[in-house]
């Protein structure tokens, strides 16, 4: 009769804990954050059209380049070449954040000195 007790002693308690009743709860519905917003905003916005693969270029010098005639060619841009050039390298760069590899990062910070001399904006 002791035993009996004691098992439906922590039969109650398995029942009452918190934790069995969190994991018993249907997940709450969350608002639906927007996905790939960086994404839409490249594609979308007053920004440049971009060449594909741009980014993954090996040359600090070719992303320049890349990077001068897509600025100088696009109808989409409401601010100066450089600008909009600079813009949207620095805002691969932050999105990329640390997924980016250290060489890629330090290649495309090159590109920004390069976007600058091609630009004709040394100091």
């Known amino acids: 009769m002791v035993e009996q007790r004691k098992t439906r002693r922590k039969a109650k308690a398995k029942k009452a804990s918190p934790a069995r009743k969190s994991a018993a709860r249907k997940p709450s519905a969350k608002k639906a954050s927007p996905k790939r917003w960086s994404q839409r905003v490249t594609r979308e916005s007053d920004a440049l059209d971009l060449k594909r693969g741009i980014f993954t270029l090996r040359d600090p010098k ?62």
């Open 62 to 123: 070719r992303i320049a380049a890349s990077l001068k005639r897509s600025a100088e060619h696009s109808s989409r841009r409401k601010s100066g070449a450089y600008r909009s050039a600079l813009s949207m390298l620095t805002f691969y760069i932050n999105r990329a954040g640390k997924i980016l590899p250290n060489t890629q990062r330090d290649r495309l910070e090159r590109a920004k000195g390069e976007l600058k001399r091609v630009f004709h904006r040394d100091e």
